[in-house]
């Protein structure tokens, strides 16, 4: 999965296309994504040991990593990730710009 936690990326299909977010959890067995702010559901709580009062709340759920494209701050764009090695070290390289993307992986 080429898309790891933290990244920052761009919406680019459903009812939040064009948002952009850092992305909170990755589920690469599902090959899903949780991204902040982005698909909020309401879930209603009961009352418990978890939560004291019971009610409605807003949580992010897991969209697919085909929905998302990784987002280039440099350039301010979007770019396929691809792998280099380097020194016996691999890193993720944006395909637009050629230049690494992280530290190792």
Request: aromatic share 4%; glycine share 10%; charged share 35%.
């Amino acid at each position: 999965m080429k898309i790891k936690k933290g990244d920052k990326v761009k919406i680019i299909s459903g009812k939040d296309k064009g948002k952009i977010a850092p992305v909170l959890k990755v589920i690469p067995s599902e090959n899903k994504i949780v991204v902040e702010g982005v698909f909020m559901v309401k879930k209603h709580v009961k009352p418990g040991s978890v939560s004291k009062e019971g009610g409605i709340i807003s949580i992010e759920k897991p969209i697919d990593i085909s929905n998302v494209m990784y987002f280039d701050e440099k350039t301010n764009k979007t770019t396929r990730i691809g792998y280099k090695i380097v020194k016996g070290k691999k890193y993720r390289i944006s395909k637009k710009t050629g230049e690494i993307v992280d530290k190792k992986i």
